[in-house]
């Protein structure tokens, strides 16, 4: 266990005014060793009762415009393997874009070896499994999606726009084409009222797509934000921090012994926890113990 890395990243390169669109960049916990190319703003669904990124307005970049931060990032990164591509679900876009920009950073930045970025289930359905597969073969490597909640009423109830057995046909599209999984999981989404079938539904589909990374992160209600208006009137309650410990505790007994690297970076306050799920989720679960008791 470390101290909490933070979840947001400020890239400082020269000329970041036209970079970057925002002060700070939003990227998993896995990508802090990556490029930044700005692709997107916002979410093309954007009605998530819980999030606070819900209320930014989308917009794609045209292709000429990110073409040219390519140009203009690529003397900066020449250090870095992999790139992130910045938005909150950038596959949302044509399957024929995504290839004229993989094809500028192969130009641009040949010795770039991943190409990763955010994606909704639904980005991945509604592209046939030959152009994931052609995705891949041109450079695309990990998605990244949220997950959130195996409970389908909890996914509701977040106005999440997906099912969680979208989730497992999606992530069956994506491990055909030899694309890695990321997933993200909330800890506290389904409040008092869903905790025991969330943490337990959650682990359930997490066996059943066995992702690569498992993200966890605890429930934080956002002012003005649908959540926090459930909250007011009462229809929601949120979990306290001990609750939160013991929802990722059971939902973490459930999982499997599979080859998976699961890290929780919010849940515990100012700890992280973070190890293979193959062999150390006893570890894991004894270190929350110690953590909840203490």
């Known amino acids: 266990m470390t101290g909490l890395p933070e979840r947001c990243c400020k890239d400082k390169y020269m000329d970041t005014t036209q970079?970057?669109?925002?002060?700070?960049?939003?990227?998993?916990?896995?990508?802090?060793?990556?490029a930044f190319l700005e692709v997107e703003t916002g979410c093309s669904w954007h009605r998530c009762a819980f999030c606070d990124f819900a209320r930014d307005s989308f917009s794609l970049f045209p292709i000429d415009e990110i073409q040219k931060k390519i140009e203009l990032l690529a003397p900066y990164v020449r250090e870095k393997k992999s790139i992130f591509l910045l938005g909150e679900n950038p596959l949302v876009m044509s399957t024929q874009k995504l290839l004229?920009?993989?094809?500028?950073?192969?130009?641009?930045?040949?010795?770039?070896?991943?190409?990763?970025?955010?994606?909704?289930?639904?980005?991945?359905?509604?592209?046939?499994?030959?152009?994931?597969?052609?995705?891949r073969k041109n450079g695309l490597h990990s998605l990244y999606l949220g997950l959130e909640s195996g409970n389908d009423e909890v996914l509701k109830l977040m106005s999440k726009g997906e099912t969680a057995s979208q989730a497992v046909e999606?992530?069956?599209?994506l491990?055909?084409?030899?694309?890695?999984?990321?997933?993200?999981?909330?800890?506290?989404?389904?409040?008092?009222?869903?905790?025991f079938s969330h943490a337990k539904d959650t682990a359930e589909i997490l066996n059943s797509i066995r992702p690569g990374k498992i993200w966890m992160m605890g429930l934080?209600?956002?002012?003005?934000?649908?959540?926090?208006?459930?909250?007011?009137?009462?229809?929601?309650?949120?979990?306290?921090?001990?609750?939160?410990?013991?929802?990722?505790?059971?939902?973490?007994?459930?999982?499997?012994?599979?080859?998976?690297?699961?890290?929780?970076?919010?849940?515990?306050?100012?700890?992280?926890?973070?190890?293979?799920?193959?062999t150390e989720k006893e570890r894991m679960i004894q270190w929350l113990h110690e953590l909840e008791c203490g």
């Open 170 to 173: 999606a992530c069956s599209i």
């Open 100 to 135: 004229l920009i993989f094809q500028s950073i192969r130009k641009h930045m040949p010795w770039m070896e991943q190409i990763n970025m955010y994606a909704r289930f639904d980005d991945v359905l509604k592209k046939a499994p030959k152009e994931i597969m052609l995705l």
């Open 220 to 278: 934080l209600v956002w002012p003005d934000t649908p959540l926090a208006t459930l909250v007011d009137q009462g229809k929601f309650h949120p979990l306290t921090q001990k609750e939160k410990a013991e929802e990722e505790i059971l939902l973490l007994s459930g999982l499997e012994h599979f080859d998976c690297i699961f890290a929780d970076t919010t849940v515990m306050g100012k700890y992280t926890l973070i190890g293979q799920l193959a």
């Open 175 to 195: 491990r055909a084409a030899g694309v890695e999984i990321g997933l993200s999981a909330i800890t506290g989404l389904g409040g008092k009222e869903w905790s």
């Open 19 to 34: 970079l970057y669109s925002e002060k700070e960049i939003y990227r998993p916990f896995w990508e802090r060793n990556s």
